[in-house]
């Protein structure tokens, strides 16, 4: 059995109201009054009450600028100058408190709103203090379902030596990736998507203590008519966003057959389940998967209140939706939870947890 226990989570100091947020890209599109409204009333309706940012630039109060300075778009290279300069503190604070004093024997990062090489792997080794001869991992560029292929990794490194310890840091600055075009996907994004960061260590040996998850299996599927509906590209002004209207009533279509097939691989069912961990891509896709797997806003409601607090994180948000449920009154490693995140493709990433120990 392998185990993940010690998920902690990190968040940047600028936290803006979700309606300041709105009023703030409607003053940067230059909407008429109508559009304004409209574009208001997303807002309103998103699900999301605020949204961290490492930068400042989002205040309509503040006038000190770090990176949209002006009307042009910043550069690709200056926004990774300014992911590197806030990703590293960010990562290190989720990472510094996972490790509680553990000592790991591998490192795999995990981000898609930043890259470099030498990367954050080995700034993580700097700042952690990390054994030179630590193995490292990095997961890149894979978008919201990104942490299910880390702790696949570490899954693997636990199943083949049973001493690993193994730790996995992601951080996420999507707000970087600020982009002023007023195309509806755009548009859905700045909605969205907001900054953090989260860690956790994943083992063979059991923790002290019962707020962790047993790692029972994954299951993947991809869902090839969603492949243009969801994207993530490198253009020469920044990293663009595809994120169309129809990923809701994609996911709603292929959702419960794909969480079926997960299921029955180890013999169970939905009314298993005990507790839900679905990253909360968007409150649309929240409403109607719960629709659709018959499932309550209580079932979901780790998903509905990660939503609520800080928006997507991206890879970042799966930590922060487990750790809410590992907080909840009454919370036991033996109650059954399934995990499941959605990105590029489209993919469909899954994970049971807690269901091998369910019934000791």
């Known amino acids: 059995m392998r185990y993940l226990y010690n998920i902690q989570t990190s968040l940047p100091k600028f936290q803006i109201p979700q309606i300041e947020l709105g009023q703030y890209m409607a003053e940067q ?48 290279s200056k926004r990774m100058e300014t992911y590197f300069k806030h990703a590293l503190p960010l990562a290190t604070e989720a990472a510094f408190d996972a490790l509680q004093g553990e000592k790991i024997s591998h490192l795999i ?3 898609c709103t930043g890259m470099a090489a030498p990367g954050l792997d080995l700034m993580l080794i700097d700042t952690l203090h990390l054994p030179l001869h630590t193995h490292r991992s990095s997961v890149n560029f894979m978008g919201c379902y990104a942490y299910f292929h880390a702790l696949k990794i570490a ?11 193994v730790l996995i840091v992601s951080v996420e600055l999507c707000t970087i990736h ?14 969205l998507f907001a900054d953090g960061a989260a860690a956790c260590l994943v083992s063979a040996q059991r923790p002290n203590h019962n707020a962790y998850f047993s790692i029972d299996s994954f299951y993947s599927k991809i869902v090839p008519q969603g492949k243009s509906d969801m994207a993530w590209k490198i253009h020469e002004t920044g990293f663009l966003m595809t994120l169309s209207a129809y990923i809701p009533q994609i996911l709603q279509s292929s959702i419960k ?22 990253h909360p891509g968007g409150r649309k896709i929240l409403d109607y ?18 939503l ?17 449920i590992l907080n909840r009154d009454g919370y036991s ?28």
């Open 257 to 278: 057959p794909i969480i079926e097939e997960a299921l029955s691989i180890k013999n169970s069912t939905i009314t298993n389940i005990q507790h839900w961990g679905i």
């Open 178 to 191: 600020f982009n002023k075009a007023k195309d509806t996907d755009q548009i859905a994004a700045n909605l």
């Open 109 to 111: 990062t995990v981000s």
């Open 29 to 76: 599109y230059d909407f008429s009054e109508e559009e304004k409204a409209k574009l208001m009333l997303m807002y309103k309706r998103s699900g999301i009450a605020n949204r961290h940012s490492c930068l400042p630039d989002f205040n309509l109060t503040e006038t000190n600028k770090e990176l949209f300075i002006n009307q042009d778009e910043p550069s690709v």
């Open 308 to 324: 609520n607090e800080v928006g997507n994180l991206s890879s970042s948000t799966i930590l922060f939706v487990l750790q809410n």
């Open 155 to 165: 899954d693997a490194y636990c199943q083949s030596d049973p001493h690993a310890r």
């Open 289 to 306: 998967l719960s629709a659709e797997l018959g499932l309550t806003q209580t079932d979901l409601r780790a998903s509905y209140a990660v």
């Open 333 to 360: 490693p033996n109650q059954p939870c399934f995990t499941a995140g959605f990105g590029p493709g489209l993919t469909i990433e899954t994970m049971l947890l807690n269901h091998a120990t369910h019934s000791v």
